[in-house]
């Protein structure tokens, strides 16, 4: 119900006063960002002017954006990755920050094939949790009721580690989940999960699962959106269904959970809430047992309105799947944040996924913009690029976002590409259209053309016995299967057909690529269950020059014409799969550790 119109909002009715005032402070963000921008940018240099990174472009305590835009340099990771590193190693000294680095986030990019280490301070949660903040008011104007019911998240926490000084170094959300923010938030009831935080918490991934899910069935008359933080990750959470609703059944039947069950909070909390339940039982495996999964989310769960995921980027490629599974349920994108930053939200998350545009709110950092023009020669040190302003921004065109933290990141790339799709009040709206390079992606894993190479060449060094080469190759992010897994089209000269490589050594080339992918690839391989079995494919000897011919066909330059590293055009890829005279998939799972490799 709509409170009194005159906390009114130019965006709609807001159903409480509570949100009348997260809209207005919206309202008030976007109606000028440029003096927002300005102040932002002053706080942060008047902070960190002393701190030994600015102090090395003498900006000599200047706050305006003038001298620091001549002075100060745009960045890389690994510009700035010997700070970090120092930081890392124990430096106490206020070399980005004045504020002491309270602990490092983990970005899903990484450098050198471990993750990037994000510096981080106290106050940032509140920054952050400001923005988590206006997400259910503006949700609450295009979908009414959900205060009456519960959202069904399945929402993990990954692995932790230490860096040498101590540091905890984990993903943004595993320290949102593990922070007083979210683990002391009072009572909203806009905002009720059915998984209990000591499901959320509980660190074994089958054990976090089978709760969440199991608490998402015992109230599903009450669940009224069903999401996770990516597409990928509730599509998993679908597959679990499908392997353990047996299981599952039966704790519901009996009111007793799994005895795989064993974490002691997890247990307790489920002995709680447990009671027997036959019909659920039963409607659970009348649903489940026929082998038809079409609109299984709304059929166990018959009043959700939507689902709340990241569908852009390269989560687009799970939209089809999502909609067989929830009979095209809308999905909303409510939010666009980062390890370094969190940026803005949805002002329409009812919107298609196609049409969905974020507007950044000036008040989160210093936000800039690298024009993206194939024209222009590539940045370097001598030949700077201008950037432009959040509001200097122009409609339809592309940019790089670079950005300016309180925690101590000075113009940094973040490698998002954004394009500009119109403006909310002055403040503009963005549709996020790709990672910079990044070649290959199922879940938060991001593998560029350089590490696919790589891995290409260690896996090739299994074949020199049987002087055996891979002529060429290409590839492809599977997502038909779940969890999705990299596709690898392998081409061979073998020049002793007597001696040609078997299936077992080309098993073990599989292996041997995963053993080379980046670090969070591993994780995900082996403790998130997040990506299946790399798949190696050998083609016919001649297949890609068919694809060459094909390419030129449709208009390619012979002369310009490069082997495509990635592929997703259909006729590509049944060309591709015609030709395929052997499938290999990977046989074990590659190493990986939560350690980091220690650098001085």
């Not at 016919?540 to 592929?567: H, W």
Request: hydrophobic share 35%; aromatic share 8%; proline share 7%.
């Amino acid at each position: 119900m709509a409170v009194d119109s005159g906390l009114s909002s130019p965006l709609g009715p807001p159903s409480c006063e509570k949100d009348a005032k997260a809209l207005q402070f919206i309202e008030e963000m976007t109606r000028n960002p440029d003096p927002v921008q300005e102040k932002v940018l002053a706080e942060i240099l008047s902070r960190n002017g002393e701190t030994e990174y600015l102090r090395r472009f003498k900006i000599a305590g200047a706050t305006d954006r003038d001298t620091f835009k001549s002075k100060v340099p745009v960045v890389t990771y690994e510009d700035l990755q010997p700070d970090i590193q120092r930081i890392a190693n124990g430096d106490r000294s206020p070399i980005l920050s004045s504020h002491p680095i309270s602990e490092f986030l983990t970005s899903s990019g990484t450098s050198a094939g471990e993750r990037k280490l994000m510096p981080t301070i106290h106050e940032d949660w509140d920054r952050r949790q400001k923005l988590y903040s206006l997400l259910m008011p503006v949700m609450n104007l295009n979908v009414p009721g959900l205060d009456k019911g519960k959202g069904l998240y399945f929402l993990f926490v990954k692995s932790e580690t230490k860096t040498p000084s101590g540091l905890v170094a984990r993903p943004v959300l595993t320290g949102y989940y593990r922070s007083e923010h979210f683990k002391n938030r009072p009572y909203d009831p806009y905002n009720v999960y059915t998984s209990p935080d000591q499901a959320i918490l509980c660190v074994d991934s089958f054990q976090s699962m089978y709760a969440q899910m199991l608490c998402g069935l015992l109230m599903h008359k009450e669940v009224l959106r069903v999401g996770a933080v990516f597409a990928s990750g509730l599509l998993r959470a679908i597959r679990f269904l499908q392997v353990h609703w047996q299981q599952l059944a039966h704790d519901i039947s009996t009111g007793t959970p799994n005895p795989k069950i064993t974490d002691p909070s997890v247990r307790e909390c489920l002995a709680g809430i447990l009671k027997p339940n036959q019909e659920l039982a039963d409607l659970i495996t009348q649903e489940c047992s026929g082998g038809n999964w079409e609109g299984i989310i709304t059929r166990i769960w018959p009043n959700t309105k939507y689902l709340d995921v990241i569908v852009t980027g390269a989560m687009a490629q799970y939209i089809p799947t999502l909609d067989y599974f929830s009979d095209g349920l809308p999905l909303a994108c409510t939010m666009y944040a980062s390890s370094e930053c969190y940026f803005g939200l949805n002002l329409k998350p009812m919107s298609k996924p196609s049409d969905v545009s974020y507007t950044i709110m000036p008040n989160m950092g210093y936000f800039e913009f690298l024009p993206q023009d194939p024209s222009t020669p590539p940045l370097s040190r001598d030949s700077p690029p201008r950037l432009v302003d959040l509001a200097d921004v122009e409609v339809g065109k592309e940019y790089e976002l670079v950005i300016t933290t309180y925690s101590g990141l000075c113009r940094y790339r973040v490698g998002d590409i954004l394009q500009v799709t119109g403006f909310h009040n002055s403040a503009p709206q963005f549709r996020f259209i790709r990672r910079k390079n990044v070649l290959l992606s199922i879940d938060s894993d991001k593998t560029d053309e350089a590490e696919l190479q790589k891995a290409v060449e260690q896996a090739s060094l299994l074949l020199r016995e049987f002087n055996t080469s891979v002529v060429e190759y290409t590839s492809f992010a599977d997502t038909k299967t779940i969890p999705g897994h990299y596709v690898i089209y392998w081409e061979l000269l073998v020049k002793d057909a007597s001696n040609s490589p078997t299936d077992t050594v080309l098993k073990q080339c599989c292996l041997a690529m995963e053993e080379s992918m980046n670090s969070v690839y591993r994780q995900g391989r082996v403790a998130d269950n997040s990506i299946g079995p790399l798949e190696i494919r050998v083609v016919k000897s001649g297949t890609f020059e068919e694809l060459m011919d094909y390419a030129i066909s449709r208009g390619a330059s012979i002369n310009q014409y490069k082997v495509p590293r990635c592929v997703n055009f259909t006729p590509i890829m049944e060309l591709l799969d015609s030709r395929v005279v052997s499938t290999n998939f990977s046989p074990a799972a590659p190493s990986w550790t939560p350690d980091r490799r220690r650098t001085d």
